[in-house]
T-cell receptor, first 115, second 115 residues
């Protein structure tokens, strides 16, 4: 595997379900990110981890719970979601979080539908 | 705060022609980086090109070039010799030094290349 991978690619869940999204980066990076992409809205940053430590939480509701066990893996645990949470969830990684030239590499995303 | 504006929701171009996708930005930071990403229907965000605010020359990467006009706060993407595979959403993004890791995205422009 190369680059950034995400599983599953598609997920349909009910509002009472609990599920998890997984992201893995094979680039040797130290920073990982979760983004939400809703229809007709700009990409929204959700969480940032740098060297396994959460450095940013962009006022995300507690029904989204991130976990970063090491610099290569990032999870997003989902519970009691709402239909408006349906979106494409993108994971990204970069060498670190510092500096404005730090390019982020994205995974293919998980298309989430909440019924 | 940073803001990215992409005023073209959709653009059409014929194969082999050049096309310019507009991007204007707003920031009070003197140091910042500007990025363009391509998102095909598969969902993955693909990094195309980067321009630093202090770079003297416009960035170029193959068929992509960035027309950077600092005084006008614009960072337009020029794609030369369009190909059918260029059909995708294109996002302009920026990160300012004071914004730490936050990458601010525009709403995107859908480019359709016709034969």
């Amino acid at each position: 595997e190369t680059g950034v991978t995400q599983t599953p690619r598609h997920l349909v869940m009910g509002m009472t379900n609990k599920k998890s999204l997984k992201c893995e980066q094979h680039l040797g990076h130290n920073a990982m990110y979760w983004y939400k992409q809703s229809a007709k809205k700009p990409l929204e940053l959700m969480f940032v981890y740098n060297f396994k430590e959460q450095t940013e939480n962009n006022s995300v509701p507690s029904r989204f719970s991130p976990e970063c066990p090491n610099s290569s893996h990032l999870f997003l645990h989902l519970h009691t979601l709402q239909p408006e949470d349906s979106a494409l969830y993108l994971c990204a990684s970069s060498q670190t979080t510092g500096g404005f030239s730090n390019e982020q590499f994205f995974g293919p995303g998980t298309r989430l539908t909440v019924l | 705060a940073q803001k990215i504006t992409q005023t073209q929701p959709g653009m059409f171009v014929q194969e082999k022609e050049a096309v310019t996708l507009d991007c204007t930005y707003d920031t009070s930071d003197p140091s910042y980086g500007l990025f363009w990403y391509k998102q095909p229907s598969s969902g993955e965000m693909i990094f195309l090109i980067y321009q630093g605010s202090y770079d003297q020359q416009n960035a170029t990467e193959g068929r992509y070039s960035l027309n950077f006009q600092k005084a006008r706060k614009s960072a337009n993407l020029v794609i030369s010799a369009s190909q059918l595979g260029d059909s995708a959403m294109y996002f302009c993004a920026m990160r300012a030094n004071s914004g730490y890791s936050t990458l601010t995205f525009g709403k995107g422009t859908m480019l359709l290349v016709s034969p």
